[in-house]
């Protein structure tokens, strides 16, 4: 059987904006980490490691966050689950699973400096609310993201929405 993708788009991590919890993720706190990896970051669904949903297959930095872009296997009961309440407006959250390397006190959380990535779910409720998906695509069978850069489609959406924001 051929397994069925859907593309998913957000931001995993807002930078220096405080969370629910009073910490900050500074900007390139991942970059490290992310370069470095010898393991694939998961995508999971609340985040249980028993609930994976699919892959992330790519992450990049911008002025606002880490933005991640991955693909859905729909194949799986649960990630078809998951992508039906995601595609009808009923989850839209992000939240990141990690582990601290650098932090400095502040207010009333910390500043996250440096941090290893593990895995970034699908969540109700993220910690830092500017968390979000931002894109979720169609099904399509038998077809995944590319790992070997952007088709012009992805730069123009990516364009479109850095001008919306």
Do not use: C
């Not at 966050?65 to 296997?73: H, N, R």
């Not at 970034?120 to 070997?148: D, N, Q």
Request: aromatic share 8%; net charge neutral.
């Amino acid at each position: 059987m051929t397994p069925e993708f859907a593309e998913i788009e957000g931001y995993a991590s807002v930078y220096n904006v405080e969370d629910l919890n009073g910490d900050v993720v500074s900007r390139g706190a991942f970059r490290k980490a992310l370069t470095n990896r010898m393991t694939p970051v998961r995508m999971l669904y609340q985040h249980d490691p028993e609930a994976p949903l699919g892959r992330w297959r790519r992450f990049g930095e911008d002025s606002r966050g880490l933005y991640v872009e991955g693909e859905m296997i729909l194949s799986s009961p649960s990630a078809r689950d998951v992508y039906e309440l995601v595609a009808g407006g009923a989850l839209d959250g992000l939240s990141i699973g990690f582990r601290t390397v650098k932090a400095a006190a502040q207010n009333r959380g910390k500043r996250i400096i440096e941090a290893e990535l593990w895995e970034v779910s699908i969540v109700t409720f993220p910690m830092a609310p500017g968390a979000k998906i931002v894109r979720i695509g169609a099904p399509a069978v038998g077809e995944s993201l590319s790992p070997f850069g952007f088709t012009l489609a992805d730069a123009v959406r990516r364009a479109a929405h850095n001008l919306s924001v």
